[in-house]
């Protein structure tokens, strides 16, 4: 059924209707009822969640069977009863924003498994957004897992910004995360999504093996280049991001 539409929790896919009845194509597919969508798998490096898994369920995982920061980001999201029908595959699979799972996904480099007709492949999420920052997952693919690498961090902070139970057009979500190795920066991620998605590995590689506490002219540079890479979201949300920036790098200055 190539057009048939996918709905998981159809948290998001009812939200875009503001009739009294609901419009909704003569095929569709349940997601929630396949259970192979449903399963979590947890191995000592991984774990790979289904794309249909609540993020209420996500939440409610045992201790250390997911990453803080994923755990951290998903607080962030609207209310217990939304959380309780949205489902991770939903929130990733959203095309006209970003949601906000996206930026800890993007961190934790997260492979998305997406299946389209008999071919199946692993994407890292970071590679679902397009030139200008917009969300890009392959029309007519499914994602159907999400593994995620249980890497253990020093430091991983997750903040929203503008309405907070609602995706709305000043609504965006930050998250980092530090690894330092003998008194090194060992690894350094840092991503931003609301309507468009900021993640540049570049900034990331050149701050990499400074020696922390960060050094203030360091740290300049570096926030003047994320500033500079935020330049084109509307004024009040690159002034946000840089305060976020500034308090990632605080903490690595201390
Ligand atoms: C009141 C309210 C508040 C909300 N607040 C927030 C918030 O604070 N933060 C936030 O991030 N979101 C929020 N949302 C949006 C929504 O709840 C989440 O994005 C949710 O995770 C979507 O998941 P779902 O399973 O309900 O997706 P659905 O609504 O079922 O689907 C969303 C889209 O993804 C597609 N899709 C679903 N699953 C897959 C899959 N496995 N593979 C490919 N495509 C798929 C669907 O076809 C559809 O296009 C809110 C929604 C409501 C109604």
Same mark, same amino acid.
């Given at each position: 059924?190539?057009?048939?539409?996918?709905?998981?929790?159809?948290?998001?896919?009812?939200?875009?209707?503001?009739?009294?009845?609901?419009?909704?194509?003569?095929?569709?597919?349940?997601?929630?009822?396949?259970?192979?969508?449903?399963?979590?798998?947890?191995?000592?490096?991984?774990?790979?969640?289904?794309?249909?898994?609540?993020?209420?369920?996500?939440?409610?995982?045992?201790?250390?069977?997911?990453?803080?920061?994923?755990?951290?980001?998903?607080?962030?999201?609207?209310?217990?009863?939304?959380?309780?029908?949205?489902?991770?595959?939903?929130?990733?699979?959203?095309?006209?924003?970003?949601?906000?799972?996206?930026p800890?996904?993007a961190c934790?480099?997260?492979?998305?498994?997406?299946?389209?007709?008999?071919?199946?492949?692993?994407?890292?999420?970071n590679?679902?957004v397009?030139?200008?920052g917009?969300?890009?997952?392959?029309?007519?693919?499914?994602?159907?897992?999400?593994? $995620? +690498?249980?890497?253990?961090?020093?430091?991983? #902070? &997750?903040?929203?910004? @503008?309405?907070? !139970?609602?995706?709305? *057009?000043?609504?965006?979500?930050?998250?980092f995360?530090?690894?330092?190795?003998?008194?090194?920066?060992?690894?350094f991620r840092l991503a931003f999504a609301?309507?468009?998605a900021i993640r540049d590995r570049d900034i990331e590689t050149r701050i990499?093996?400074?020696?922390?506490?960060?050094?203030?002219?360091?740290?300049?540079?570096r926030a003047a280049e994320y500033r500079e890479r935020a330049a084109? $979201? +509307?004024?009040?949300?690159?002034?946000?991001f #840089? &305060?976020?920036v500034? @308090?990632?790098? !605080?903490?690595?200055? *201390?």
């Amino acid at each position: 059924m190539p057009n048939a539409l996918l709905y998981a929790g159809g948290s998001d896919i009812l939200r875009a209707q503001a009739g009294r009845s609901l419009a909704l194509p003569a095929e569709i597919i349940l997601l929630g009822s396949v259970a192979e969508l449903r399963q979590v798998a947890l191995s000592e490096r991984f774990v790979e969640i289904g794309a249909a898994v609540s993020l209420a369920e996500i939440l409610e995982l045992r201790e250390n069977a997911v990453p803080e920061l994923l755990l951290k980001t998903l607080r962030l999201v609207a209310t217990p009863s939304v959380r309780s029908l949205a489902t991770i595959g939903g929130n990733l699979a959203a095309q006209d924003r970003f949601m906000d799972a996206w930026p800890a996904l993007a961190c934790l480099d997260a492979l998305a498994e997406c299946r389209r007709g008999t071919e199946s492949r692993w994407v890292n999420v970071n590679r679902f957004v397009d030139a200008e920052g917009r969300p890009s997952l392959p029309p007519g693919s499914l994602v159907t897992r999400i593994r $995620l +690498p249980l890497d253990v961090w020093d430091l991983s #902070a &997750a903040r929203k910004i @503008g309405t907070k !139970d609602y995706p709305g *057009r000043s609504t965006a979500v930050f998250a980092f995360l530090a690894r330092a190795d003998k008194g090194i920066l060992a690894d350094f991620r840092l991503a931003f999504a609301g309507e468009r998605a900021i993640r540049d590995r570049d900034i990331e590689t050149r701050i990499l093996g400074r020696r922390l506490p960060l050094p203030a002219r360091e740290r300049e540079t570096r926030a003047a280049e994320y500033r500079e890479r935020a330049a084109g $979201l +509307p004024p009040a949300m690159a002034a946000a991001f #840089a &305060a976020l920036v500034d @308090g990632a790098f !605080d903490l690595l200055s *201390r």
